[in-house]
Nanobody, 128 residues
Framework: QLQLVESGGGLVQPGGSLRLSCAAS????????IGWFRQAPGKEREGVSIISDGGGTTFYADSVNGRFTISRDNTKNMAYLQMHSLQPEDTAVYYC?????????????????????WGQGTQVTVSL
């Protein structure tokens, strides 16, 4: 069973940057589509970005497009979310998740139930 562990969260001032990492437990990682989600207090979990199994296709939510960059290194079983120009509204717990590629459709790209494996989350706080 694939296990995911996020790291890299923390406290950052508005306008700052952070890079989140997602470490996977096994080589089957390379067969999964990876998504980054976030959940702010009192809000539903929302999709932030996804990356295809090979890394060649990415997608971003409008709220982060142009500020965040998703990437992966299948040789290291790692995925990343580079975040720039962070704002207080980006404050949330950030999760990485994995879903099978054979069930993927663009219309379901951020459907939470379609992601089988989840990390425990890492807190990102943007504040002065």
């Amino acid at each position: 069973q694939l296990q995911l562990v996020e790291s890299g969260g923390g406290l950052v001032q508005p306008g700052g940057s952070l890079r989140l990492s997602c470490a996977a437990s096994e080589d089957t990682f390379r067969h999964y589509i990876i998504g980054w989600f976030r959940q702010a207090p009192g809000k539903e979990r929302e999709g932030v970005s996804i990356i295809s199994d090979g890394g060649g296709t990415t997608f971003y939510a409008d709220s982060v497009n142009g500020r965040f960059t998703i990437s992966r290194d299948n040789t290291k079983n790692m995925a990343y979310l580079q975040m720039h120009s962070l704002q207080p509204e980006d404050t949330a717990v950030y999760y990485c998740a994995a879903r099978a590629q054979n069930s993927f459709t663009w219309s379901s790209r951020f459907v939470i139930d379609h992601y089988r494996y989840w990390g425990q989350g890492t807190q990102v706080t943007v504040s002065l």
